[in-house]
């Protein structure tokens, strides 16, 4: 018998002191999740919501622990993790093309519960672990009764939460992405994103010095951001744990997704369908795909470059021209 909250899923986690936590549900339909980013999906749904007069549907976060153990789901197959700009994405839309892939892409909801302290500076740890693995349970729910992978693809300042999600899934593959510190701060000059962007993301989560002013200069202050992630690369790497591996956008689209299949055990059934999505942007999938232009002395950031050679060179064992 098919559960009433088959194609449902929580999308967002708000919080006032008066009333606590609430969370907003969204139900899916026949929608598949393919956009580059989950929150497409879902503005997408929002969207057919209002045309048809729907209501919008909300719980307490205790509704969504009651019932995630009920749904039958799958348990993540692969994290993905990266420095932002470094082919994550088209990693995702890749597996996307096939039905038999669950893949969630930087939702909103789960970076939420995971810095729900800065809403609620009590909430514990269990609590926020209670939450995290009953979001993705239902975000890992059969739909179409084909799926046999589930793939999630974390914001690229998670990499920061490693630890904490590590002991959370200390059995399932981590998948870590890297480029180079100047393309991938030539490409925040073109579109920023958030976390490139000062202000928009809590300091202390990305490891910047608090006082230190930029006076809106947004690729100091990446750099600076990027050089945090290079650095926790560093330390997740010297802890050599079986379930992670690394790659970068220098060896190429093919090799990261073809490293990605063979890590995780997520089989490619039609090659010659992922070979052509690697001729099309990664987020603008009608897009063809073009080569970026190299990079210039402005995107070149001392701190980052170094963090970034010192990362090479010691876990992939290659020098940096």
Known sequence: ??????????????????????????????IRITAPFFDQTISACSIQRKEKRRIQSNSSVDFLTSIAQEIPHLKPDAFIFHVSRCGSTLITQAFSEEEQNIVISEAPLLDEILRAEEKAPNISLTQKELWFKATINLMGQFRNDKESAFIIKLDSWHLHFYEQLRTWFPDTPFF??????????????????????????????????????????????????????????????????????????????????????????????????????????????????????????????????????????????????
């Open 1 to 30: 018998m098919e559960h009433p909250l088959k194609n449902w899923l929580p999308y967002q986690l708000s919080y006032e002191e008066k009333d606590g936590w609430n969370l907003s549900w969204m139900d899916l339909e026949d």
């Open 176 to 321: 870590f992405l890297s480029r180079t510190p100047d393309e991938v701060l030539a490409s925040h000059k073109k579109l920023a994103g958030l976390h490139s962007i000062p202000g928009m993301i809590n300091k202390k989560l990305l490891q910047i010095d608090p006082i230190k002013e930029y006076g809106g200069d947004f690729s100091r202050y990446t750099a600076d951001v990027l050089q945090g992630y290079y650095q926790q690369l560093l330390k997740i790497q010297r802890q050599q744990h079986q379930k992670n591996t690394f790659a970068d956008y220098a060896d190429g689209a093919a090799e990261m997704i073809s490293s990605f299949a063979s890590f995780t055990g997520i089989e490619i059934r039609n090659p010659e369908g992922v070979k052509a999505r690697l001729n099309y942007h990664s987020k603008a999938g009608s897009e063809p795909f073009k080569k970026e232009p190299p990079t210039s002395p402005e995107d070149q950031y001392q701190q980052a470059s170094r963090a970034y050679e010192n990362f090479r060179q010691v876990h992939f064992n290659k020098d940096i021209a």
